[in-house]
């Protein structure tokens, strides 16, 4: 544990406060970036939600929560849903289950490690994403580079980084409930797959992506939420931390919380043979 951090236990969840900032570059605002997802949090805690049982589940779910649901719902249809990599990759591309889709130059499914430890969500691809195909490649990008070198992992090695949407929203707008609900059943398939042993959710829309549940990142952090049996910890996300760079020292504190959580997470079973 960084020994510049201290612990502070607050109202029955572990909070981890910061003598100090944690010196991650100082990159320029991400400008772009608007909406909830992005607002200080002081609202009363949030409660631990499990995340949706399995991907048809999370498909139908897709299809019947949201009041704006595609007429075709991309995956919950398909009797073959059970996507390995290739297959998951190219339904993503071809995707045409809501709005986003019309207004794309590609998709962005993610990026790094398949059997990844760590798995960065945020929310969705901004202008230099949708025309590189690869999440989280602009300035905000830059930041959560220097957040993962900060815990000893890079893109690629032992981390994978995926959105809630994988479709650029119009303007980078905030991604609509119903645009993360259409998309979820790939999100959900790319946590099948990668079996991660903690998740970070980096911002509201992808917390609330995750754990299905409305969410203040202020009143969130700290608090060991689930996926299934997948610890999330919630934290900001970068586009906000660029803007507000005095909350960085939270930010790294949450991720000394990921750390901790993910190491006391048992061990990736090898695959036998
Ligand atoms: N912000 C996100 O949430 N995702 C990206 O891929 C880029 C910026």
Not at 59 to 67: D, H, Y
Not at 114 to 140: I, K, N
Not at 141 to 158: F, N, Q
Request: glycine content about 8%; hydrophobic content about 40%; some cysteine.
């Amino acid at each position: 544990m960084d020994s510049r951090a201290i612990i502070s236990v607050i109202s029955g969840g572990p909070i981890w406060r910061l003598r100090e900032t944690r010196e991650w570059p100082n990159l320029e605002e991400d400008a772009n970036r608007t909406g909830p997802g992005y607002a200080a949090d002081t609202s009363p805690r949030t409660r631990v939600l499990v995340g949706a049982a399995s991907f048809e589940a999370a498909s139908v779910m897709a299809a019947s929560a949201s009041e704006h649901a595609p007429a075709e719902p991309a995956v919950a249809k398909d009797p073959d849903h059970l996507l390995d990599w290739p297959g998951l990759h190219a339904r993503i591309v071809s995707c045409a289950a809501c709005r986003l889709s019309d207004h794309r130059t590609q998709a962005v499914p993610g990026v790094g490690d398949h059997s990844a430890d760590w798995l960065f969500v945020g929310e969705g691809p901004g202008a230099e994403e949708d025309l590189r195909g690869e999440p989280f490649v602009g300035q905000a990008g830059k930041l959560l580079d220097a957040m993962l070198a900060s815990l000893g992992i890079a893109r690629g090695d032992r981390v994978y980084i995926a959105n809630a949407v994988k479709c650029r929203p119009p303007n980078n707008r905030t991604p609509e409930p119903d645009e993360i609900e259409a998309c979820f059943p790939y999100l959900q398939r790319q946590i099948e797959l990668i079996q991660p042993r903690v998740i970070v959710a980096l911002g509201r829309p992808a917390a609330q992506a995750l754990l299905k549940q409305e969410v203040r990142i202020g009143a969130a952090r700290g608090q060991a939420f689930r996926f299934g049996e997948i610890p999330v910890v919630v934290t900001y996300h970068p586009a906000y931390l660029l803007r507000n760079p005095a909350d960085k020292g939270k930010a790294w504190a949450d991720l000394c919380f990921a750390k901790k959580t993910l190491e006391s997470s048992p061990p990736k079973a090898v695959a036998a043979g």
